[in-house]
């Protein structure tokens, strides 16, 4: 069955609310509109309004409503409209859903999902481009997600609904309907925490999750046959709890190695898969590790800047050859 | 930097004896310079004033890089420097050109889509500039390495400093050890490994052929693979600092040394080989020809002439124990030049004497006395080390009673001398038995069994043993 990114995450929710009546959805235009970008389409026909609410434009209203339902055993799945207003729940997120577990010495839980659709490359310019995954990768109690793939897309929303801990769910907006993939009909989960290698190879690893994903396999299927060399790809997914054993298993294999994200350079994810090779993996590296990420300022909304500031295919082929060479 | 002996292809900045800003005179020392061979100071080839110094202490550069700069007129070059600042920069000097290269390649310093770009560009501008002063090689920026580069170098007892770079700017990459190693592996030992015999618990691999001594029957010693040391799991255990140790870190020689002697026993099985060398003879000899010697000479005869004229006797009538192992053959050498292990302040030095088939006892005599001076006045050239064909060791009067000295590659053996003492020994006096008093040495040979079987191995140390005892030498 050959769905696109978004509709595997509206699949994903059609079968757990049709799974668990627990499962509900929460947020801005979510039920009569069917979300913005019509993720959520079908659901209000199908389980009413008491499971599929539209809400008053407030992320922290939105957000502080799921953790209460959430603390009383409901599974709520709330929709920011885009991610970048996810900081306007921000209070929310890290003081309430991720400490509540701790505060009350692991007898209470908060299994709340946050989707959060991010991501540039659509001309969205200042206010809907953000890639805020970073600001919460730091934040114990949270999980973190970055589905790069349909299948990931929808297997990963299915585990995080049931994971029992609060989850950020990052969907990138890119990918909602340029990324199809023939995926299976039946149920499947994908677990949390575990990266996965998209393809193998010897000579240079590229560590990449989400948006940059496809454009970073583009870039390796170019650099491998115009110079014969074998490259990596390992695919994160999940940003928080951070697959360490594979991030040290494929720069200990190659010894080289490129991380790639949207999200701005400094203080993204990649710095601190940079540290853990660097602390782990010293003896191994034959090179500097190298990021390719946005470059540190907001995403502009002409498209020549727009090109400029965010990663693509040929920036990553450049990257790729330079650190083939050293 | 200069070029200090045939077969040497770069050298170390060991100490500089000047700074920048001093004004220097013609043949001044300038410089030393260590190669893998000898240390040497370097005079100053013209007068003037050092400009730059462009290598640093502990620096590996080709022969003819450009390690300084003398102006010859002081002056001028005051005047030069405002004018011409940009080409002053231009210019790569190594230290200066890594660290601008690496800031460039600090991604946190510039946005990312350049960072990648930038890096590279920088080397390459490094070494557009060389190019264009053609006489200032940019080899020198690329002596730092990669973590895995240094690692596997370590494993390996690799000097990273002989294996080319295909990297970046000539940078040596893990890929560039890999084919390094293979490139050392002997390619016969690929295709034919081999025979597997594992040693048996007492140590001893050829058991079964006891009617011969262990290790020289026909059948192969058990050799090492060439990757066995670094590629097994053991590693030595992590050293603990406690008050009081001292740490010396390995000189350039040092390492040399140790690389030599791991390449030549992994990749060469050595036979030992015990022969005991009944002296008296050739001690009377000595005594008989000591004051006329040293009163014609200068200097005292010892027995170390002695042994080389009998060593060299031997070699004539064994020529392939003469011989070099090049690849997958055997070279055998027509001149016999004979390495003599000597001690030095810095460590062991093989000074050669060469064409010593040619050459009478005081001849051989006097060759050794020549480089035994130059070793003591530290003036011993690369070329006096290099192109020996066969070693022989003294360890002189404290060498204890033998030992077994490990092949200076590519020869194929070594002679070691043991310690020159009176025993009792049983001897044939006119067909009767007795007991006599007499000066005895062990004398021991270790062979490339690679290349040489027991058969020609004992023989060889048999004949030696023979000329020494026999004395039959001129003087």
């Known amino acids: 069955m050959e769905i696109t990114y978004i509709q595997a995450i509206n699949q994903a929710l059609h079968e757990e609310m049709g799974r668990d009546e627990n499962v509900f959805v929460m947020g801005e235009d979510v039920g009569e509109l069917g979300g913005a970008f019509k993720v959520t389409e079908g659901l209000l026909a199908k389980f009413g309004e008491e499971r599929v609410i539209d809400t008053p434009i407030s992320e922290e209203l939105i957000i502080g409503a799921g953790i209460g339902a959430a603390v009383l055993g409901m599974h709520p799945v709330v929709e920011m409209q885009f991610a970048d207003f996810i900081s306007c729940g921000f209070d929310q997120i890290v003081n309430m859903a991720a400490t509540l577990r701790y505060r009350h010495g692991g007898r209470a839980s908060c299994p709340l999902v946050i989707r959060a659709p991010s991501g540039a490359g659509v001309h969205g310019a200042l206010f809907h481009s953000q890639n805020p995954e970073a600001w919460f990768t730091r934040v114990p109690g949270l999980k973190v997600l970055a589905p790069g793939t349909v299948y990931d897309a929808k297997g990963m929303l299915k585990s995080a609904i049931r994971d029992g801990n609060p989850v950020v769910y990052f969907e990138h907006k890119r990918l909602y309907r340029s990324l199809k993939q023939d995926i299976p009909e039946g149920e499947f989960t994908v677990p949390l925490g575990v990266a996965e290698i998209r393809q193998a190879g010897t000579d240079l690893s590229i560590i990449t999750y989400g948006g940059t994903l496809g454009q970073s396999i583009d870039a390796a299927r170019i650099v491998e046959k115009e110079a014969g060399i074998s490259i990596e790809v390992l695919d994160l997914r999940t940003l928080l709890p951070l697959d360490r054993e594979a991030i040290l298993e494929t720069a200990k294999k190659t010894g080289k190695v490129l991380i790639v994200h949207e999200d701005r350079l400094t203080g993204g994810i990649g710095g601190e898969v940079a540290a853990i090779i660097a602390e782990h993996a010293f003896e191994y590296l034959d090179a500097p590790v190298r990021r390719v990420a946005a470059l540190d300022t907001h995403t502009a909304f002409a498209p020549s800047l727009e090109q400029a500031i965010l990663p693509n295919t040929n920036k990553i082929v450049d990257a790729i050859r330079n650190l083939a060479a050293y | ?475």
């Open chain 2, 1 to 475: 930097m200069p070029q200090m002996g045939e077969s040497v292809i770069e050298g170390t900045i060991a100490k500089w004896l000047v700074k920048e800003g001093d004004i220097v005179t013609e043949d001044q020392p300038l410089v030393e310079i260590s190669t893998d061979k000898v240390d040497t100071e370097i005079p100053s080839p013209r007068a003037g004033t050092i400009s730059k110094l462009v290598a640093v202490e502990g620096q590996t550069l080709p022969v003819g890089s450009v390690i300084a700069l003398i102006d010859e007129e002081g002056a001028k070059a005051q005047q030069a420097k405002p004018a011409a600042p940009s080409l002053e920069r231009a210019r790569p000097a190594p230290p200066e050109a890594a660290r601008v290269a690496a800031a460039a390649t600090e991604p946190e310093r510039t946005p990312a889509p350049k960072a990648p770009v930038s890096a590279p560009a920088a080397v390459v501008g490094a070494a557009a500039a060389a190019a264009t002063v053609p006489e200032e090689r940019s080899d020198g920026e690329h002596r730092r390495y990669s973590p895995v580069v240094v690692r596997m170098a370590a494993e390996h007892g690799l000097d990273i400093a002989r294996i080319p770079g295909t990297g970046i700017g000539g940078r040596v990459s893990k890929r560039d050890v890999l084919k390094y190693l293979e490139s050392l592996r002997p390619s016969g030992a690929s295709k034919t490994p081999p025979p597997p015999i594992a040693p048996s618990a007492n140590g001893s691999a050829a058991a079964p052929a006891s009617s011969r001594p262990s290790g020289e029957a026909s059948r192969p010693v058990p050799t090492l693979p060439p990757s066995a040391p670094g590629a097994g799991g053991y590693h030595p255990p992590v050293y603990q600092p406690r008050e009081g140790d001292v740490v010396e870190a390995f000189t350039r020689r040092r390492k040399l040394i140790a690389e030599h002697m791991v390449y030549s026993k992994t990749h060469s099985p050595h036979v030992g080989t015990l022969a005991e060398v009944d002296l008296t003879k050739l001690m009377r000899l000595r005594e008989a020809h000591k004051r006329a010697f040293q009163e014609h000479e200068g200097f005292a005869l010892t027995m170390l002439p002695l042994a080389a004229a009998a060593t060299v006797r031997a070699l004539k009538e064994f020529p392939r124990m003469n011989a070099s192992v090049v690849g997958d053959s055997l070279v055998i050498r027509r001149q016999i030049n004979l390495g003599i292990a000597m001690d030095s302040d810095e460590g062991l030095l093989v000074p050669v004497i060469k064409a010593a088939e040619g050459m009478s006892v005081v001849g051989l005599a006097r060759e050794m006395e020549r480089l035994r001076r130059k070793v003591q006045e530290k003036k011993i050239s690369a070329d006096d080390l290099s192109g020996g064909s066969f070693t022989l060791s003294n360890p002189g009067r404290e060498g204890n009673l033998f030992g077994f000295a490990i092949i200076n590659q590519p020869q194929v053996g070594i002679l070691r001398m043991g310690e020159v003492k009176k025993r009792p020994v049983v001897i044939e006096v006119d067909g009767a038995e007795a007991l006599a008093i007499r000066t005895m040495m062990y004398l021991a040979l270790s062979y490339d069994h690679r290349v040489v079987d027991g058969v020609l191995g004992n023989s060889f140390l048999y004949r030696t043993a023979r000329i020494m005892e026999e004395a039959d030498f001129e003087l």
